[in-house]
């Protein structure tokens, strides 16, 4: 069964230092990846995915993420974090052909002045 | 509409009532979906529908818990006779594609039940 794992619950990050989540799945075959961001009484936003090709995707609000099948991993990253960035991030994998998704159990993010 | 809408956003009912949930997709979107989220925890999947059909509904805690989808639009989400473990934030989401995973999931702001 598929399976995500975002090992850090939270992270606290000065405002203009760089972020990075983490994020590790199990799945046998190639996974659709996503991140999403869900802000206080909100849904979720998506924040971007890959499906296949360059390892290296670019998303909203300056974030990216780097698939590494060697690791199972699917890490976001942004250059210089903004305070309005503070939220609760969700990795989640699909599987191929079947629209469900599998969600982490997110990982909170405070930003400090 | 501009978005998934859902309503209520807030509910509160007495154990052992029923209630329901509606979500109204984007407009023209053929998939559907109901996830749970559970207090600090990511959702769960609890159901899909591609048009008016269920297709799965595998993540159903039990069998207190149905949806519907009649017209391939609008669904609801119905809890019979609630328990306190079904309190949770009930997430929307709606997609454009026919089970295809590369179209993205739109999800509403939820309805958050809570059961006193």
């Known amino acids: 069964a598929q399976s995500v794992t975002q090992p850090d619950i939270h992270i606290t990050v000065s405002e203009g230092a760089s972020l990075e989540l983490r994020c590790n799945y199990s799945?046998?075959?190639?996974?659709?990846l996503f991140w999403y961001v869900q802000s206080p009484g909100q849904g979720l936003q998506l924040l971007l995915k890959y499906f296949s090709g360059d390892t290296l995707v670019q998303g909203i609000k300056g974030f990216e993420a780097e698939f590494k099948r060697s690791q199972s991993s699917f890490n976001l990253r942004k250059p210089s974090v903004h305070w309005s960035d503070a939220a609760e991030y969700f990795c989640?994998?699909?599987?191929?052909?079947?629209?469900?998704?599998?969600f982490g159990t997110g990982t909170r993010l405070l930003v400090s002045p | 509409g501009a978005g998934v809408s859902q309503s209520p956003r807030y509910k509160v009912a007495k154990r052992g009532q029923d209630v329901a949930l509606r979500c109204d997709p984007i407009s023209g979107h053929v998939s559907l979906f109901w996830y749970q989220q559970a207090l600090g925890q990511g959702p769960e999947f609890l159901t899909y529908?591609?048009?008016?059909?269920?297709?799965?509904k595998s993540g159903l805690p039990s069998d207190r818990f149905f949806a519907e989808r009649p017209e391939g639009s609008v669904s609801t989400l119905k809890i019979q006779r609630t328990q306190q473990e079904d309190s949770a934030v009930y997430l929307c989401?709606?997609?454009?594609?026919?089970?295809?995973?590369?179209?993205?999931?739109?999800f509403g702001d939820g309805t958050r039940l809570s059961i006193l």
């Open positions: 989640a994998v699909a599987h191929t052909g079947f629209q469900k998704l599998v």
């Open positions: 989401a709606s997609s454009l594609g026919q089970g295809s995973s590369n179209q993205p999931q739109h």
């Open positions: 529908f591609q048009n008016e059909a269920q297709l799965d």
């Open positions: 799945y046998g075959a190639t996974p659709y």
